[in-house]
């Protein structure tokens, strides 16, 4: 009593044993095991090396050190391959490929960089060159693909920042009023669902006058000849400048209006007025001619409107002090209430089709959270804006790749990376070396793993042929063969061919 109290020394912390409610369990460590937990790597990188993906993407990369320490560049451009491959939203979670003996090797890499080399690394890049850099690999994938009719759908999204960074204003942020952020200025075809660039500005410059540029300079780099068939955006993009420019430019548009007290006045005159004709999904159009105050000319408008299906429709409108009031109303069967939406195109097409043709722009939401949330676009945070811009480019460059190795092994569905990185990437894999041979021993838990392997080795035969019967073809062409098969669906059954004076770098 009151005398120090006995500590039990432990024992050799390699072998534990420990009480489980299956019985004891003895725990085994062994550290020097080359294991990794992305046990279908594999796969993915004999995807990149026969479409030509990852080796120009090192040896064109602007980063150039003296230093005999230095590390090599393979080994920094892995490393943020992996961890963007991975999942992971901040510089910390790289040290969770720290320990993986097997996926350095898979890439042709020497190691692992640690979390603060990547941050140092990227900022000894050059932010122009950076930018260009990884410009021209986003075009190199998405080139073959412009000679196609393909829709242009433009938006931005709202990244909230809690630190000191350049650019952190307090601006519109719709999930978090208040919060300085970043805004993402986002250029996607749709369709193949491909990012083809992205602007990182300060939270203040997040309407569409500050995209423009962007997208202007986008279009002149893919040549005229490229150009999409159809500009797709929301209300932040019906404005006169973005109109009269597209017009300027030759360049069919359709954009979402605001419900204005004139759109309201064009609604109430033609709700009683003609008929209304069928544009799927339980709406109805009818098209007008509309000149808002502020716009130059007499524009094509299209207006939808469907009736509301809940008993319960809300009634919104505004007190005495200005508060904004929610009352509700009850829907009876022989009322009439219907929602509406509004839109200005220059697409000289049939009323039935703008319906379905404006849904289809809710894909590119579903990508932008996809992006946000289960990609690196909600971090990767730096105090420079520099950085941010480079790596927000590098998350579309690897999610590009996701995208089209997905379909590669399942062309007839877009999976997103919740559901794909569990079934494609994640699984538990040994590597044996035995005389001249690498052998993986790889387990999968996934329910659909039987099915994968299947996918998977027709997928794996046809990347031999390319790697083995197709030598004279150049990685160009390759790609293009790897993008027919991903696409088949998209392109239906066509078989691309390189653009025409295209020149890789």
């Known amino acids: 009593m009151g005398g120090p109290v006995a500590v039990e020394e432990a024992g050799d912390e390699r072998s534990l044993t420990v009480d489980t409610f299956g019985g004891r369990v003895h725990v085994d460590w062994d550290p020097e095991a080359p294991v990794t937990p992305l046990g279908q790597l594999a796969f993915f990188v004999d995807y990149l090396k026969q479409g030509g993906l990852f080796d120009p993407l090192v040896s064109d990369c602007p980063l150039y050190l003296s230093s005999p320490n230095a590390p090599p560049k393979r080994d920094f451009v892995g490393t943020l391959v992996l961890s963007i491959l991975a999942g992971h939203r901040r510089y910390a979670h790289i040290t969770c490929l720290r320990s993986d003996g097997v996926s350095p090797d898979l890439l042709g890499m020497k190691r692992i960089l640690s979390e603060d080399a990547v941050r140092r690394l990227l900022q000894k890049i050059d932010e122009t060159k950076g930018i260009a850099w990884l410009q021209r690999h986003l075009d190199y994938v998405y080139r073959p693909l412009l000679r196609e009719p393909w829709i242009l759908d433009v938006d931005t999204t709202i990244k909230p920042l809690y630190g000191h960074q350049e650019g952190a204003v307090v601006s519109y942020n719709p999930k978090k009023p208040g919060r300085p952020s970043h805004a993402y200025h986002s250029y996607m075809m749709a369709g193949p669902r491909l990012i083809l660039d992205v602007a990182v500005e300060p939270g203040n410059q997040h309407s ?47 954009f979402k209006l605001r419900i204005t007290a004139n759109v309201k006045k064009l609604i109430a005159k033609l709700t009683g007025e003609g008929d209304w004709v069928d544009a799927g999904k339980g709406w109805r159009a009818r098209e007008a001619e509309l000149r808002l105050a502020g716009w130059s000319r007499r524009r094509r408008v299209v207006v939808l409107r469907r009736r509301v299906k809940e008993r319960l429709g809300v009634v919104a409108g505004e007190g005495a002090d200005g508060q904004r009031l929610l009352g509700f109303t009850e829907v009876t069967p022989g009322a009439d209430l219907y929602e509406y939406a509004v839109l200005a195109t220059s697409l000289d097409a049939d009323l039935d089709i703008f319906g379905q043709l404006y849904r289809d722009r809710g894909d590119a939401e579903n990508v932008f959270d996809e992006l946000k949330a289960h990609w690196g676009w909600g971090g990767f945070t730096t105090r420079d804006l520099a950085r941010c811009q480079l790596v927000a480019r590098a998350v ?35 590597q044996v070396r035995h005389g001249k041979q690498t052998h993986l021993k790889v387990t999968s838990s996934h329910g659909g793993a039987p099915a994968v392997r299947r996918r998977l080795a027709q997928a794996v035969a046809f990347l031999s042929a390319l790697g083995e019967t197709a030598e004279q073809l150049s990685d160009l062409e390759k790609w293009c063969r790897i993008l027919s098969r991903a696409l088949v669906k998209y392109l239906k059954g066509r078989v691309i061919r390189p653009p025409p004076g295209y020149l890789p770098t």
Request: no cysteine.
């Open 208 to 254: 569409s006058k500050h995209a423009a540029p962007s997208l202007w300079a986008l279009l002149k780099r893919l040549g005229r000849g490229n150009w999409p068939a159809l500009l797709r955006g929301d209300a932040g993009w019906g404005s006169e400048a973005n109109m009269s420019r597209a017009e300027q430019e030759d360049l069919a548009y359709l």
């Open 396 to 430: 579309a460059l690897v999610y590009d790749w996701w995208s089209l190795y997905a379909r590669l092994i399942d062309p007839e569905h877009h999976r997103e990376a919740i559901t794909s990185r569990p079934l494609l990437l994640h699984a538990v894999a040994r």
